[in-house]
């Protein structure tokens, strides 16, 4: 791919602790830039047809692990459906290490991990629900997820921590679209362990594509409320 001849569909920051989504079209890409290093990207994926998610075509982490023997993500990693079905690949990564099995922060973790004083505490599956919705999915379509930038080794014994990410200002990955592709983003509000610094950021999500494929793309929701399930 000759990222020369791309052109931007969408450049947009994140806030700290917010939501995203966008549709990415088949052959386009989505460049995730951690602005101030060392920020997690809660982020599932789902096939879609014309502008409707498909709710049985989702990321598996299981598939994605399967499939490449590998419980990390870097360059050449393909993310598929439960079903094997390809939905993205990261095609170049500065980091060289995202995590596929420590799920998402929720209230209810919150509390059993760090204490019930963090129950107010605003969270990742929070942020799913309610990005979500203006796409028509639900509790039951949110699965485990990947964490792009988020440092979780394995211990031989199996012990998994969460530690200082390996990321930096600036630092990017890219994913390439290889169909049509919901991405649900929750830019992680996680403040009681290191995967955040302990003090979230801001990120820079860029979709890009070659110029034919540019006109009469719809690469977010069409209006507020966006499509309804079906």
């Known amino acids: 791919m000759n990222t020369r001849e791309l ?37 599932l994926l789902y096939g879609v047809a014309g502008d409707q998610v498909d709710h049985g075509l989702r990321y598996s982490a ?9 419980i990390f993500l870097s360059t ?10 390809p939905l993205m ?30 129950v107010h505490q605003h969270a990742c599956a929070e942020n799913f629900l309610a990005e979500g919705a203006k796409w028509g999915l639900g509790k039951r ?15 031989a014994d199996g012990t998994l921590g969460i530690v200082d990410g390996l990321s930096a200002p600036g630092k990017s990955l890219t ?5 049509d592709t ?5 830019n992680c509000p996680q403040i009681n362990n290191p995967c955040n610094g302990f003090d979230p950021t801001e990120v820079r999500m860029v979709i890009s594509a070659h110029p034919p494929d540019v006109a009469g793309q719809t690469a977010h929701p069409p209006d507020v409320a966006g499509p309804t399930a079906p």
Not at 76 to 85: E, F, I, M, Q
Not at 105 to 115: A, D, I, V
Not at 141 to 155: L, Q
Request: glycine fraction near 8%; hydrophobic fraction near 40%.
């Open 182 to 186: 919901l991405v649900l983003v929750s």
């Open 62 to 70: 299981q598939a994605t692990v399967a499939a490449q023997r590998n």
């Open 141 to 155: 379509d949110i699965v485990s997820n990947i964490n792009f930038f988020m440092n979780v080794p394995v211990e």
């Open 175 to 179: 994913l390439r679209a290889d169909r």
């Open 7 to 43: 052109t931007i569909v969408r450049d947009e920051k994140v806030d700290a602790c917010g939501p995203w989504s966008a549709i990415v079209r088949a052959g386009q890409t989505l460049q995730i830039i951690d602005l101030h290093g060392n920020q997690a990207v809660d982020t």
């Open 89 to 118: 690949t990261i095609v170049a990564d500065d980091v060289g290490n995202h995590d596929t099995i420590a799920g998402a922060c929720s209230k209810e973790s919150n509390t059993l991990r760090y204490g019930h004083h963090t």
């Open 76 to 85: 050449g990693s393909v993310l598929r459906a439960t079903n094997g079905t």
